[in-house]
Antibody
């Protein structure tokens, strides 16, 4: 059974940094692209970033480009999101969905998310 | 960037009703469309991909159709567990945008 467990969320001041982690199990982690998708309180879903199975290819939404870095450690079955220069508008639940077998860019399994709050 | 719109933004329906939600892309996405269901406080769940392919384990009352820029999600007979918010998402090009969602609630 696929399991995805996000962690690392919390409260941080504007301009601060946070690193999110996503521990994966139940599938061959290195074979699948992984992503981060966020949801601001009461709002819709926003794709944030995607990384290929090998980690060699990464993609970012314009809203986070240059501030966030996606990475993965396939030996630890773990995905990361390093978030720097955080802004109030980054406040959201962050999910780490798994890419589907036939496309990296839609998502067949999701974790329960971790909440990031950016506020002074 | 490809913009995704959905209509309606919300609807009220009764158990047993047939429900149709429309998703429109700002340019053609060659059936690279997924539909998700999200219940309050829960993560999204994949329902359909490639516009019309049902994800494993999803009830057959859910179906999808469309081509080019216009796509639909249909629930043939609404069940109590189907009251939720539904999102479309294009996987055709970066950024992989979601629609704004359609909330289905009880009439």
């Amino acid at each position: 059974e696929v399991e995805l467990l996000e962690s690392g969320g919390g409260s941080v001041q504007p301009g601060g940094s946070l690193r999110l982690s996503c521990a994966a199990s139940g599938f061959t982690f290195s074979s699948y692209a992984m992503s981060w998708v966020r949801q601001a309180p009461g709002k819709g879903l926003e794709w944030v970033s995607t990384i290929s199975g090998s980690g060699g290819d990464t993609y970012y939404a314009d809203s986070v480009k240059g501030r966030f870095t996606i990475s993965r450690d396939n030996s630890k079955n773990t995905l990361y999101l390093q978030m720097n220069s955080l802004r109030a508008e980054d406040t959201a639940i962050y999910y780490c969905p798994k890419g589907a077998y036939n496309s990296p860019y839609f998502f067949d399994h999701w974790g329960q998310g971790t909440l990031v709050t950016v506020s002074s | 960037d490809i913009q995704m719109t959905q209509s309606p933004s919300s609807l009220s329906a009764s158990v047993g009703d047939r429900v149709t939600i429309t998703c429109r892309a700002s340019q053609g996405i060659t059936n690279s469309l997924a539909w998700y269901q999200q219940k309050p406080g829960k993560a999204p769940k994949l329902l359909l991909y490639a516009a019309s392919r049902l994800e494993s384990g999803v009830p057959s009352r859910f179906s999808g159709s469309g081509s080019g820029t216009d796509y639909t999600l249909t629930i043939s007979s609404l069940q109590p567990e189907d009251f939720a918010t539904y999102y479309c998402q294009q996987s055709y090009s970066n950024p992989f945008t979601f629609g704004p969602g359609t909330k289905v609630d009880i009439k």
